[in-house]
C-alpha cells in the first residue's frame, strides 16, 4: 500500500514557477508509475505527467510539454513536478498518483493511490 502526501501549491502571477511535491510512503516505488493529474472547476481531471521510478522515462501532456519537468529523488521516495511560464489554465488542484507496474497509462482509472491535492491558483 502506497501512501502519497502532495504538497506545494500556491496562488502565483502568470508567468511564474512552482514546484509541487509528492512523497510517498508505506512502500518502495521501485517498479511503479508516479503521475501528476489535475482539475480545474467545472473540468474533468486530465493527465500532467508522469515518470517511471525504474528507469526514469518520462511523459507529458502536450500543454505542458516544455514547461513542466517532473522528476523523481530515490533518497526520500519523492516526486518533483517543476512547473515554469505558469498561466491562468494551469491553474487547478494537482493529484499525484502512483500504481504498480511498467506500462505508461494517462488515464486516470489506471491508478490506485493517490494524494489529497495541492491547488494552484494562476492570476493574469
Known amino acids: 500500500q502506497v501512501q502519497l502526501v502532495d504538497s506545494g501549491g500556491g496562488s502565483v502571477q502568470a508567468g511564474d514557477s512552482l514546484r509541487l511535491s509528492c512523497a510517498a510512503s508505506g512502500h518502495p516505488l521501485n517498479d511503479h508509475l508516479v503521475g501528476w493529474f489535475r482539475q480545474a472547476p467545472g473540468k474533468e481531471r486530465e493527465f500532467v505527467a508522469v515518470?517511471?521510478?525504474?528507469?526514469?522515462?518520462?511523459e507529458y501532456a502536450n500543454s505542458v510539454k516544455g514547461r513542466f519537468a517532473i522528476s523523481r529523488e530515490n533518497a526520500n521516495n519523492t516526486v518533483y513536478l517543476l512547473m515554469n511560464s505558469l498561466t491562468p489554465e494551469d491553474g487547478g488542484v494537482y493529484y499525484c498518483?502512483?500504481?504498480?507496474?511498467?506500462?505508461?497509462?494517462?488515464?486516470?482509472?489506471?491508478?490506485?493511490?493517490w494524494g489529497q491535492g495541492t491547488q494552484v491558483t494562476v492570476s493574469s
Open positions: 515518470i517511471r521510478w525504474n528507469d526514469g522515462v518520462t
Open positions: 498518483a502512483a500504481r504498480a507496474g511498467w506500462t505508461i497509462y494517462f488515464i486516470e482509472t489506471q491508478y490506485a493511490y
